[in-house]
């Protein structure tokens, strides 16, 4: 009676300790995803609210807004990773802001 019970514990042990580990392992993998997915929306966020700010700053100093993304960049700081986002910069009237559209490029 003593060796079965022997072998069940040696059993679960051999088992249960790497399903466990590998359990603790995937879970921090998909905490880790789920972290840099997040990461990656707020940078895209914040890369569009930088672009607003300097739209708004804009009209606020010279009355009108930019008239292209280049005179954004060059004339109030605002900096675009190229390789990471492409972004839509349309104009319709200088007293009306302009659309502005940051999609992220795929790797």
């Known amino acids: 009676m003593r ?3 022997g072998v ?6 051999g088992l249960l300790l ?6 603790v392992l995937l879970f921090f993998a998909a905490a880790l995803n789920s972290l840099e997915s997040g990461q990656a929306e707020e940078d ?3 890369l569009e609210s930088a672009l ?3 739209c ?3 009209y606020a100093a010279e009355g009108v807004y930019p008239p292209d993304l280049a005179y954004l960049q060059e004339h109030y700081g605002v900096q675009i990773n190229e390789e990471r986002y ?3 910069y349309d104009v319709f009237a ?4 302009p659309d502005i559209t940051v999609l992220e490029n795929e790797p």
Do not use: D, E, I
């Not at 790497?18 to 359990?23: C, L, T």
């Open 86 to 88: 492409t972004v839509y």
């Open 8 to 13: 069940w514990l040696g059993l679960l042990r």
């Open 18 to 23: 790497p399903a466990a580990a590998a359990a």
């Open 3 to 5: 060796r079965k019970k």
């Open 44 to 46: 895209q966020r914040q």
């Open 94 to 97: 200088k007293n009306l802001m």
């Open 52 to 54: 607003r700010r300097g």
């Open 56 to 58: 708004v700053a804009c």
